[in-house]
C-alpha cells in the first residue's frame, strides 16, 4: 500500500521547484561573483608579484576584496547546490543534489585544512624577520609540521577527487531537472558540458604528467604557459558553467509557468 507521501500535492511539488529555481539563482551569481573576484585577483599577482612592501594601498585593498569576493562565491555556490535537495520525491534530482551537497561539504573541509596547512608551511619557510616585519608570537609555526608532503599530497587528492564527483552529481541533478519538466534539448546541453569538463580536466591531467615527467625540470616560461591554458581553460568552463545553470533555471521557470 503506497503512502501518501510518495506523490507530494501539486502545491508541495511547486514549493519544492520554487526552491531549486531559487538555489539555480544563488548557484549562477555565486559563480559570476567567484570568477570576477578570482580574475581580480589574478591581475593583481600578475601585475604586482607577491612582497611585503612596496605594494599601493588600493591594490592591497582590492586584493582584499577579491579574497572575500572569492569566499563569498564559494559559499554561495555551495547553499545553492545544497538547495537542490528540496526537490520532490522520486526526482533524479533530489538524490543527485544530495550527493553533490555532501562532496561540496567534503571539498571546502579539505579545502580549510589544507588553507592551514599551506599557512603553516609559509610562516615555516618566511625569516623570521623580512624588511623589519616580524611575525606575532601566536602565529609563529611549531616545530615540527602538522602534516607530512605524503599526507598534504593525499589530502589534496581527496579534495580534487570530491571536487570532480560534486561537478558531475550537480550536473547529473540539473539534467534531471530539465529532462523533468520535458526539456530534452537543455538535458541534452548539460550533458555535453558535463562531456566537456570531463575532457578539459583529463586533458589537462595529461599535459601535467607529462611535464612531470621529463628528465628535466620545466623551465619557467613552460610553467607560465601551463598556467595561463589552465586559467583560460577554467574561464572557458566557468562561463559555459552559468549559461548552462541559466538555461536549466529558464526550463524550470517555464515549466512551472506553462505546464505540458
Known sequence: ????????????????????????????????????????????????????????LLILVAANLGLIGVLSGLVLIFAGVSMTTAAPRGSGTRTWGRLAAVCGFLFLLLGVVLGLAEFDAFARD?????????????????????????????????????????????????????????????ALAVMTYLLGVVATAAGLAVLIYRQLQQPEPPNAEEVETTVKMALG???????????????VRGSITQGLLHPE
Open 126 to 186: 618566511t625569516p623570521k624577520r623580512t624588511d623589519g616585519l616580524t611575525m606575532p608570537d601566536p602565529l609563529k609555526p611549531a616545530e615540527q609540521p602538522p602534516f607530512s608532503d605524503t599526507e598534504l599530497n593525499s589530502l589534496a587528492l581527496l579534495a580534487a577527487a570530491a571536487l570532480g564527483v560534486g561537478i558531475i552529481c550537480h550536473l547529473l541533478s540539473l539534467r534531471s531537472a530539465a529532462a523533468h519538466f520535458g526539456r530534452r534539448g537543455v
Open 233 to 247: 581553460g577554467q574561464l572557458l568552463l566557468g562561463l559555459w558553467g552559468l549559461l548552462t545553470t541559466a538555461l
Open 1 to 56: 500500500m503506497s503512502s501518501p507521501y510518495d506523490v507530494p500535492p501539486p502545491r508541495t511539488d511547486l514549493l519544492a521547484w520554487g526552491t531549486v529555481r531559487a538555489a539555480l539563482g544563488l548557484t549562477f551569481f555565486g559563480g559570476l561573483l567567484f570568477f570576477l573576484s578570482a580574475g581580480l585577483l589574478a591581475v593583481i599577482v600578475m601585475v604586482y608579484p607577491v612582497q611585503l612592501r612596496g605594494v599601493p
